[in-house]
């Protein structure tokens, strides 16, 4: 078994490889593209393999990209993530080292991820509420 832990940023992932006994693999800095992902995981076979990425604004992009490649993909929760957050060192090299140790130890907590057409309701509704929230400033304004 192969455990894969990814740092994720807007702009870039890094991500960090290891085998069952915590031997290095990979280790890598590339751009949140479709074709990076495909070129870090070409040496990994996804039924062998465990990702873990933190809970970020952009998680869905990349949990999408990951899905679609058929690798098992959990989401740790970042408030629960406590190892990470008091490193007295932080780096994203040694974020995604450390969330890979966690995922190996089986340490980490998941944050559930619904269905992709519950995930496309949610984001409708949050478009709805934005544009709902603008009108009324607009309607604010006018009084």
Aim: glycine share 2%.
């Amino acid at each position: 078994m192969n455990y894969i832990g990814m740092d994720i940023h807007k702009q870039f992932t890094v991500a960090v490889a290891k085998d069952r006994d915590g031997n290095l693999l990979a280790e890598e800095k590339f751009d949140n593209h479709k074709c990076n992902f495909e070129n870090f995981l070409k040496d990994f076979c996804p039924s062998e393999t465990k990702i873990v990425i933190e809970s970020s604004s952009i998680w869905e992009y990349i949990y999408e990209i990951l899905e679609e490649m058929k690798f098992e993909v959990k989401l740790a929760n970042p408030t629960k993530t406590r190892a990470i957050a008091e490193a007295r060192i932080k780096t994203d090299s040694i974020d995604a080292d450390t969330l890979c140790d966690l995922l190996r130890a089986n340490l980490i907590c998941e944050s559930y991820i619904p269905p992709k057409e519950i995930r496309n309701l949610r984001n409708i509704m949050r478009q709805r509420k934005a544009i709902v929230k603008g009108r009324t400033q607009i309607k604010n304004k006018i009084h």
